[in-house]
């Protein structure tokens, strides 16, 4: 399966599909800090960078 590339994180939530995109660190192999940092570099609004880093698996897992 193709990775997206370096920013592609930016026009999904540009676009307003945040809704569509969560969090991935590549954990073991990449430390999460750095992966949670690069998310929070792209200054993304807050809720759209909420529904990323945990909010949109919480509705997909009915939490």
Same mark, same amino acid.
């Given at each position: 399966? +193709?990775? @997206?590339?370096?920013?592609? *994180?930016?026009?999904?939530? $540009?676009?307003? /599909?945040?809704?569509?995109?969560? !969090?991935?660190?590549?954990? +073991?192999? @990449?430390?999460?800090?750095? *992966?949670?940092?690069?998310? $929070?570099?792209? /200054?993304?609004?807050?809720?759209? !960078?909420?529904?990323?880093?945990?909010?949109?698996?919480?509705?997909?897992?009915?939490?």
């Amino acid at each position: 399966m +193709p990775r @997206a590339g370096r920013g592609a *994180a930016r026009p999904a939530g $540009a676009a307003g /599909g945040a809704d569509r995109v969560v !969090f991935g660190s590549n954990a +073991p192999t @990449a430390h999460p800090d750095l *992966a949670v940092e690069s998310i $929070a570099r792209l /200054g993304l609004p807050q809720d759209q !960078f909420d529904l990323i880093m945990g909010g949109n698996l919480a509705r997909i897992y009915g939490l």
